[in-house]
C-alpha cells in the first residue's frame, strides 16, 4: 500500500535552515508529483510547491522563492524540502501531498502524517 | 492570487441532518479542457487531510455516496446528506487551476 512516512519533529533557531524528508512506498516514485502544504498552529492549509519527481523540476509560491528548495532522490524514493531563513512565523506542521498523477486536475490521494517545525530562540 | 472564501466558518449539525459548506472563489476555476479545477478535502482532528472531492463532483475512493460537490459560476458547494458522528473536523476547498494553489479558510464541522 502506498505510504509516505516523513521525518520527525524539528525545533530551530530563527536565521537557521530545516530540511524536512519525506520517504515513499508501495508505488512507482518517479511516475508522480510531490507537493509540499505546511498549516501554522491553529490555521489554514497553505501550498509551498511541487516537484516531479521524474526530472526533478520544480515551481514554488512566489511566497516562498528564494527560501525554499524542494529536491528528491530517486534512488530512495524520498522528496525533501528544506527552508532557509527561518522566522517564527514559518512554525508549523509541514505536509508532502503526493499528485494522483490521473489528468485532468491536481489532487492529492496520500498524504504524509505531517513534520512540526517550530521556530524559537 | 485567487481568493477562495468559504462560508460559514463554523457548521454545527445535529447527526442525522443535512449539511452545506460553500467556496467562493475570486475568479474562475474552468480550465482550458473544460474542467473547473476545485477540490474538497477533510482533515478529521489529529489527521492528515483526506481527499473527498476533486474536479468539483467526483468523489474520491472510499468516500460516501452521502457527500456531493455541485457548482455554480464561481460559487461551489459541499454537500453531506445525512452527516455521521465521523464527519467532523475541518473542511477545505482548494483551487489548482494556477499556482499558488490557494485554499479555503476551512469549515468547522461539529455534532451538536
Known amino acids: 500500500q502506498v505510504q509516505l512516512v516523513q521525518s520527525g519533529a524539528e525545533v530551530k533557531k530563527p536565521g537557521a535552515s530545516v530540511k524536512v524528508s519525506c520517504k515513499s512506498s508501495g508505488y512507482t516514485f518517479s511516475d508522480y508529483y510531490m507537493h509540499w502544504v505546511r498549516q501554522a498552529p491553529g490555521q489554514g492549509l497553505e501550498w509551498m510547491g511541487w516537484?516531479?519527481?521524474?526530472?526533478?523540476?520544480?515551481k514554488y509560491a512566489q511566497k516562498f522563492q528564494g527560501r525554499v528548495t524542494v529536491t528528491r532522490d530517486t534512488s530512495i524514493s524520498t522528496a525533501y524540502m528544506e527552508l532557509s531563513s527561518l522566522r517564527s512565523d514559518d512554525t508549523a506542521v509541514y505536509y508532502c501531498a503526493r499528485d494522483s498523477a490521473s489528468l485532468p486536475g491536481t489532487y492529492y490521494d496520500y498524504w504524509g502524517q505531517g513534520t512540526l517545525v517550530t521556530v524559537s530562540s | 492570487d485567487i481568493v477562495m472564501t468559504q462560508s460559514p466558518l463554523s457548521l454545527p449539525v445535529t447527526p442525522g441532518e443535512p449539511a452545506s459548506i460553500s467556496c467562493r472563489s475570486s475568479q474562475s476555476l474552468m480550465h482550458s479542457n473544460g474542467y473547473k479545477y476545485l477540490d474538497w478535502y477533510l482533515q478529521k482532528p489529529g489527521q492528515s487531510p483526506q481527499l473527498l472531492i476533486y474536479l468539483v463532483s467526483n468523489r474520491a475512493s472510499g468516500v460516501p455516496d452521502r457527500f456531493s460537490g455541485s457548482e455554480s459560476g464561481t460559487d461551489f458547494t459541499l454537500k453531506i446528506s445525512r452527516v455521521e458522528a465521523e464527519d467532523v473536523g475541518l473542511y477545505y476547498c482548494v483551487q489548482t487551476l494556477q499556482t499558488p494553489y490557494t485554499f479555503g479558510q476551512g469549515t468547522k464541522l461539529e455534532i451538536k
Open positions: 516537484i516531479n519527481l521524474n526530472s526533478g523540476a520544480t
